[in-house]
């Protein structure tokens, strides 16, 4: 069992850059990084294989959003720039640990969230 914890949500401004991260309590194959907006369906943003050579990312936030992890401390990060009012919504980590696994992946441990504010 893995534990997901998220942090680094806030209010900023449009324009602006937040810093995700999402800390596991052990280890993890594939991280990904969920968001949904009030009145929305939950909607994939990125996500990193175990090697970190496999990323992936929602068309909306390609050139703005970087995914990256660091296996030895076992966390994920979601660098976000460029920030949008449509990119308000709670960003959810969610991750695998199962070996062997390929895109599309489908994940097991799901944190609590954090919530993002962009304002106009």
């Known amino acids: 069992q893995v534990q997901l914890v998220e942090s680094g949500g806030g209010l900023v401004q449009a324009g602006g850059s937040l810093r995700l991260s999402c800390a596991a309590s052990?280890?993890?194959?594939?991280v990904a990084w969920f968001r949904q907006a009030p009145g929305k369906e939950r909607e994939f943003v990125a996500a990193?294989?175990?090697?970190?050579?496999?990323?992936y990312y929602t068309d909306s936030v390609k050139g703005r959003f970087s995914i990256s992890r660091d296996n030895a401390k076992n966390t994920a990060d979601l660098q976000m720039n460029s920030l949008k009012p449509e990119d308000t919504a709670v960003y959810y980590c969610a991750a695998d640990d199962r070996n062997d696994i390929n895109w599309p992946y489908e994940y097991i441990y799901w944190g609590q969230g954090t919530q993002v504010t962009v304002s106009s």
């Open positions: 990193i294989g175990q090697s970190a050579s496999s990323i």
């Open positions: 052990g280890r993890t194959s594939a």
